[in-house]
């Protein structure tokens, strides 16, 4: 009962599974970009063959019943199919692709490091 009534008194007040899912988005965004940057990289061959597993395990997710698991396959497979194409020699395709994978590295760092902070305020906000 003295929840609800700091949840009416404080609006500011986060409950706890928004807090939980902040944090699993910033581990989540933070280790995913560290990832990326990891397979941008790796040499060629062994950029291929990280980029192949990549690939095969976000197809995995993806034929997976699991609705939940659809969308981490979806990324985990494009990010697969990004790396080997940074490393195979075809003009065009090649530098496209590795901006492509280090944009999507910046931007899974900027959303976890975003979400860590929302994370550690509603933290601190349910500690006061």
């Keep these: 009962m003295r929840d609800l009534k700091r949840l009416?008194?404080?609006?500011?007040?986060?409950?706890?599974?928004v807090l939980?899912?902040?944090?699993v988005a910033a581990v989540a965004g933070i280790a995913g970009g560290t990832a990326l940057l990891a397979m941008g990289a790796?040499?060629?061959?062994a950029g291929i063959?990280?980029?192949g597993v990549a690939t095969v395990v976000g197809i995995g997710s993806l034929i997976s019943k699991d609705p939940d698991d659809k969308k981490p396959g979806a990324v985990l497979t494009a990010a697969g199919f990004l790396?080997?194409?940074?490393?195979?020699?075809?003009?065009?395709?090649?530098?496209l692709a590795a901006t492509?994978?280090?944009v999507?590295?910046?931007g899974m760092l900027a959303m976890g490091v975003w979400n860590g902070i929302?994370?550690?305020?509603?933290?601190?906000?349910?500690?006061s």
Excluded: C, T
């Design 118 to 127: 929302k994370f550690i305020k509603g933290l601190k906000k349910r500690s």
């Design 49 to 51: 063959v990280v980029g």
């Design 83 to 95: 790396a080997m194409a940074s490393k195979v020699g075809i003009p065009v395709i090649r530098p």
């Design 20 to 23: 939980a899912r902040q944090g």
């Design 42 to 45: 790796l040499p060629s061959i």
């Design 8 to 17: 009416d008194d404080d609006k500011e007040y986060v409950p706890a599974n």
């Design 100 to 102: 492509f994978l280090g």
């Design 104 to 106: 999507g590295a910046i």
